[in-house]
Each structure stands twice: as C-alpha cells, then as structure tokens.
C-alpha cells in the first residue's frame, strides 16, 4: 500500500510539474489596434502599431509585433493576445513576446484620420 501511496505522489509531482510548465504564466489580454502604422523610434528606427489606450483615452506606440496578426491598414482591429515572457538577456526588446490568439473585431477606418477616431 505504502508502494501505491508513493508512486502516486510521484505521478502526481510529475504531473504537476509539467503542468505548470505549459502555459500557466501565460497572460492574454485585448489590444485596440489602430488603421495604419506610424514611424517612431525605439531601441532602433521602426515602424510602430496605434494602440488605443482606454484608461488614458488616447492612442500610443505599440513597439512590438504580434506574432501571427496579418496587418491589413484601414481597420480598427480589437485583437486578444497572449503574452509570453522572454529569455533574459535578449537585447533592445520588451519583457513580453505577443501572439495573437483571436481576432475579436475589424472595423473600418481611414488612414487619413490622423490620430484615428476614438474605437
């Protein structure tokens, strides 16, 4: 009995392990994504994403990309994404990777509207 009690546990460690391995630090959150891209500097010259940032009401710059999200300008996209935390020592890049998980709403907007209309 003493045997079944102890691979138990052990299965149970194991499972456990794994589990919080795969997946239970990873965060998701919904982006507003504005029409069009604009340039702005970071570590580096680039161009930036429109995010519209609901608490302050205001569009900002969106340094980093969003792995999987096909851009299409002319849209106000409302995106959920998750957030993977990277390696330390990576160099002239945020603390998170995003990965698009849905797209939860694409809406038409023009590029000519500069700041673009609030979402």
Wanted: include cysteine; hydrophobic fraction near 40%; glycine fraction near 8%.
């Amino acid at each position: 009995m003493r045997l079944l009690t102890k691979h138990f546990l052990l299965i149970t460690l194991i499972f456990l392990s794994l589990t919080v391995g795969c997946g239970w630090d990873e965060h998701v959150e919904t982006l507003i994504i504005g029409p069009y891209k604009v340039d702005c500097v970071g570590a580096f010259e680039q161009e930036c994403y429109l995010e519209f940032n609901e608490e302050r009401q205001r569009w900002e710059f969106f340094y980093e990309g969003i792995q999987g999200f096909d851009f299409e300008p002319g849209f106000i996209w409302t995106l959920k994404v998750s957030l993977h935390e990277r390696e330390e020592g990576i160099q002239d890049v945020g603390r998170y990777a995003y990965r698009l998980v849905e797209v939860l709403d694409k809406e038409a907007a023009s590029v000519d509207e500069r700041p673009p209309r609030k979402p």
